[in-house]
């Protein structure tokens, strides 16, 4: 089991005609994802040729899940053209749509998520994140598929490269799913999805959750656990040294007051019983002693 993706994922990619599309398509391949068809408007009809692999391009989503029956799309567009991207893949029924790009105005990004939760079908992750993995079955992103393997932990975090941090400090354990939600102040996946996810998935034992100074995404997060979560839960919060007030690099991450602080953070989530590490070694030690 996984939540969100799994063996029977059939991944479309927006921009796979681009470099970083066809670069990632490499590695989602090579991990063993099914990416049956890509979309780059005006250039329908092309085949992308990926070590041995014969991708179909379509000029647009609505097209290419008629003819491939895909059901997730990642999406590698220019900021500039990430909503329209978006709303196709709405438009073209995609159940599960994960948004890579950086730098997305906010404004786009309230439009596309409002427009994805009245479709009732479409399950946004990002943007600006690398998207999810679960090991041996399926990979749609960005994640390094060879550091960890299939196991009982699940993560959720809103930063990638403590994503596949975690991931290899917990390798010899394994995952059943990896998200990376990302850290931009409007995202459509949140940790409170991902952990309702977790809790009811059977394979999964235990659930790593980190997060990062700014905003109030954990303290809403460990006011969920408290109520909703019986599996045991670590944590880690990024940004325990730095300076009040100051700006970090995700749009989200800004600090004021005692609010949005790492400690405040630690605090909300230890009262929910949560154990938290000051770093991502000794969060992953902790949840060694849990397991």
């Not at 085949?47 to 379509?58: L, Q, R, W």
């Amino acid at each position: 089991m996984a939540i969100f993706l799994d063996g029977n994922s059939r991944i479309l990619v927006q921009g796979i005609t681009g470099s970083e599309g066809t670069k990632h398509t490499k590695r989602m391949l090579a991990s063993g994802s099914q990416v049956v068809a890509g979309v780059t408007p005006g250039k329908g009809g092309q085949t992308v040729e990926i070590d041995g692999h014969a991708i179909p391009v379509f000029n647009s989503v609505q097209e290419a899940r008629a003819a491939t029956h895909a059901n997730v799309s990642v999406v590698f567009v220019p900021p500039k053209f990430t909503k329209g991207a978006v709303i196709e893949a709405v438009d073209g029924k995609i159940e599960l749509v994960v948004v890579i790009t950086e730098g997305v105005p906010v404004h786009d990004s309230a439009e596309f998520f409002a427009y994805a939760q009245a479709s009732k079908h479409t399950r946004l992750i990002g943007p600006n994140c690398p998207g999810l993995i679960s090991p041996g079955l399926s990979n749609a992103g960005i994640i390094p598929a060879d550091i960890t393997k299939k196991g009982p932990v699940g993560l959720v975090s809103k930063s990638g490269t403590l994503t596949y941090q975690m991931m290899y400090e917990l390798r010899d354990l394994g995952f059943s799913t990896c998200i990376g939600i990302g850290g931009d102040p409007i995202i459509g996946t949140t940790h409170i999805d991902a952990l309702r996810a977790f809790e009811v998935d059977p394979e999964t034992k235990v659930i790593v959750m980190i997060g990062e100074i700014g905003g109030d995404a954990e303290e809403r997060a460990a006011a969920f656990i408290k109520e909703h979560v019986t599996k045991p839960v670590v944590g880690y919060v990024a940004g325990f040294t730095a300076p009040e007030g100051k700006t970090m690099g995700h749009a989200g991450a800004i600090v004021s007051g005692s609010s949005g602080t790492a400690q405040a953070k630690k605090e909300a989530l230890e009262a929910a019983g949560v154990r938290v590490g000051k770093t991502p070694s000794e969060t992953a030690r902790l949840l060694r002693e849990i397991l």
